[in-house]
């Protein structure tokens, strides 16, 4: 399973951006999609999740200013990200639990990341 990130890029603050990231392989099977961030110098952390029933959940820096949803026909997450802040500046990763054949299981897998810059 390979995970492609793309829609980073620089923003001025108060500015949006839009983050996507599809999954590609042999898949029959997605559930946990999720984002994380890692700014220079502090440890990755979970920006959002989103289950295969759609209920998610935020970090609460991003609550209210970030949405994350999915595509399951195109197994893509979206990160829809509004009022951006100096401090989102960071690599943006995507994550996701996914099956290649029900006899294996799931298993993570996580993705190259893709730089979001906000300038104040």
């Known amino acids: 399973v390979q995970l492609q990130a793309s829609g980073g890029g620089l923003v001025q603050a108060g500015g949006s951006l839009r983050l996507s990231c599809a999954a590609s392989?042999?898949?029959?099977?997605?559930?946990?999609m999720r984002w994380f961030r890692q700014a220079p110098g502090k440890q990755r952390g979970m920006v959002a999740g989103?289950?295969?029933?759609?209920?998610?959940i935020y970090a609460d820096s991003v609550k209210g200013r970030f949405t994350i949803s999915r595509d399951n026909a195109k197994n893509t997450v979206y990160l829809q990200m509004n009022n951006l802040k100096p401090e989102d500046t960071a690599v943006y990763y995507c994550?996701?639990?996914?099956?290649?054949?029900?006899?294996?299981?799931?298993?993570?897998?996580r993705g190259q990341g893709t730089l979001v810059t906000v300038s104040s």
């Open positions: 989103i289950s295969s029933d759609d209920s998610t």
């Open positions: 994550n996701v639990d996914a099956a290649q054949t029900y006899r294996d299981g799931y298993r993570n897998y």
């Open positions: 392989g042999s898949i029959v099977s997605i559930t946990t």
